[in-house]
Every structure is written in structure tokens, then in C-alpha cells.
T-cell receptor, first 112, second 116 residues
């Protein structure tokens, strides 16, 4: 089955800095890579996703890059704001009944 | 309208109790899921119902029993649980594409379960 490793487990940045979270996966058949944000006490929500036919996708301050050869993908957040503080989860999979394997999560703290 | 609603939000039960978690989705999706979220662990998929076919994680103990009476409702029946089953149980739904290609997961707020 798929195995997803996510790093770092915690990340602390100053407001305005950039934040990068990285994930590696094991199953070369995986073709869908979403990122979810979970604020304290709230539900996870999709913030960006990428499919294996593209290498990069941007949405305002958020971008995701995918390297299929190396089997890793990253979340980039620029000009971070305190409201970006949350737990971020990466996922990989998508080949069978929408099943995804998630990483362990990264606790991002943005200090004002 | 939250899209995916779960009840109860909090549940405390003893190891000999029987209880059920309920999930309802108002998004017209064709797949529903149960995930377990424990501290410092990845989200763990427990069960998937896609187009009314059940797919499960074989590592889930039989004391967890899902039920999906229709495409909008999903239950998780709990029986003789253990303290290590204490966690946040998240329901989700998605509109899967053909051959199970993944779509965005829409999560509920979760049911916080404590087993004494």
C-alpha cells in the first residue's frame, strides 16, 4: 500500500516569511495529491490539490509542486499570516475508490 | 449549511456500551467515508462506501461496524470499545469520478469519542 511521510512535524515562522512543507510517497501509481488545512477544533478543508499530469499549481499565496520521478511534493505558502496557523496534511493516492493515504501532519505557527 | 453534519459532537462511553455515530451529507455526493484522527497520527481511513459498495481497511477491529442505508447517510456502530479507541472520528463525502478517481473530500466537524 501507499506510505506517505511528511516533514517537518512542526514549523514556526514570522509573519511575512515563507513556509514549505514536504511529503514523499511510495506508490508510483498514485496520481492525486491534495493538501488539507485543519484549524484548531475545526474540520480539515482542502486548500489546494494537484494531479500527476502537472508539475506545479498556484492559488494566490499557496502553491504545490510535484516531482513524480522522485516521488515527492511540497506545499509553499508565501507572505504568511497569523491566520495561516493550523495543521496541514498532505495526501497521496486516488487510484481506488478515492482512497487517500495522509501524512502525519505539520503544525504551522505564524508569529505576528 | 455545512454540507456534512455529524452527531453527536462529543460522546463518552464505557467499554460495555453500544452507541452509534451518525453522518449526513447534503452535497449529492456518491461516496462517504469514516476516518479516525488520533493525536500525532495520520488520518486513518476506516471505511469507504462508494456507489453503495463498501471498501474497508482490514486493520479496523470488528467492534466498529459501518452502515450506509443510502448515499446521504452513514453510521458507525460502536460495541465493546477499548480506551485506545478514544479519538476524533471524522466523516467525509466526495464525488468520485469514474473508476474511483479521487475527488475533494468534504469533512464533517467530527465526533469526539472518549472510552472509559
Amino acid at each position: 500500500g501507499e506510505n506517505v511521510e511528511q516533514h517537518p512535524s512542526t514549523l514556526s515562522v514570522q509573519e511575512g516569511d515563507s513556509a514549505v512543507i514536504k511529503c514523499t510517497y511510495s506508490d508510483s501509481a498514485s496520481n492525486y495529491f491534495p493538501w488539507y488545512k485543519q484549524e484548531l477544533g475545526k474540520r480539515p478543508q482542502l486548500i489546494i490539490d494537484i494531479r500527476s499530469n502537472v508539475g506545479e499549481k498556484k492559488d494566490q499565496r499557496i502553491a504545490v509542486t510535484l516531482n513524480k520521478t522522485a516521488k515527492h511534493f511540497s506545499l509553499h505558502i508565501t507572505e504568511t499570516q497569523p491566520e495561516d496557523s493550523a495543521v496541514y496534511f498532505c495526501g497521496a493516492g486516488g487510484t481506488s475508490y478515492g482512497k487517500l493515504t495522509f501524512g502525519q501532519g505539520t503544525i504551522l505557527t505564524v508569529h505576528p | 449549511e455545512t454540507g456534512v453534519t455529524q452527531t453527536p459532537r462529543h460522546l463518552v462511553m464505557g467499554m460495555t456500551n453500544k452507541k452509534s455515530l451518525k453522518c449526513e451529507q447534503h452535497l449529492g455526493h456518491n461516496a462517504m467515508y469514516w476516518y479516525k484522527q488520533s493525536a500525532k497520527k495520520p488520518l486513518e481511513l476506516m471505511f469507504v462506501y462508494s456507489l453503495e459498495e463498501r471498501v474497508e481497511n482490514n486493520s479496523v477491529p470488528s467492534r466498529f461496524s459501518p452502515e450506509c442505508p443510502n448515499s446521504s447517510h452513514l453510521f458507525l456502530h460502536l460495541h465493546t470499545l477499548q480506551p485506545e479507541d478514544s479519538a476524533l472520528y471524522l466523516c467525509a463525502s466526495s464525488q468520485d469520478r469514474s473508476q474511483g478517481e479521487a475527488g475533494e473530500l468534504f469533512f464533517g466537524e467530527g465526533s469526539r469519542l472518549t472510552v472509559l
